[in-house]
Nanobody, 125 residues
Framework: QLQLVESGGGLVQPGGSLKLSCAAS????????IGWFRQAPGKEREGVSSITRNAGRTYYANSVKGRFTISRDNAKNTAYLQMNSLKPEDTGVYYCAAGVLRIWYLIRSADFGSWGQGTQVTVSS
């Protein structure tokens, strides 16, 4: 059974950077597409970015395009989300998820069956 654990969250000033990691165990990550989601207080969870199994295609929400970069290292069974030029509105709990994307440019919660516990990202001065 695939298990995911996120790490790398924390408190950062606006304009700063963080790199989130999503470590997988119990199964090989290269069988799955990976998605990153976030949920801010009082808001619905939103899809941030996704990457296909062979890393051939990536998707970014408009709100993070040009600032975030998703990647994966299947040999290390780990996926990453590099976040640059962070803004206060990027604050939230970030989750990684594994599944099979039905449409590669649509990141939908229903396509992901395995989820991590989340890591808090706070962008504040």
């Amino acid at each position: 059974q695939l298990q995911l654990v996120e790490s790398g969250g924390g408190l950062v000033q606006p304009g700063g950077s963080l790199k989130l990691s999503c470590a997988a165990s119990g199964s090989t990550l290269d069988d799955y597409d990976i998605g990153w989601f976030r949920q801010a207080p009082g808001k619905e969870r939103e899809g941030v970015s996704s990457i296909t199994r062979n890393a051939g295609r990536t998707y970014y929400a408009n709100s993070v395009k040009g600032r975030f970069t998703i990647s994966r290292d299947n040999a290390k069974n780990t996926a990453y989300l590099q976040m640059n030029s962070l803004k206060p509105e990027d604050t939230g709990v970030y989750y990684c998820a594994a599944g099979v994307l039905r449409i590669w440019y649509l990141i939908r919660s229903a396509d992901f069956g395995s989820w991590g516990q989340g890591t808090q990202v706070t962008v504040s001065s």
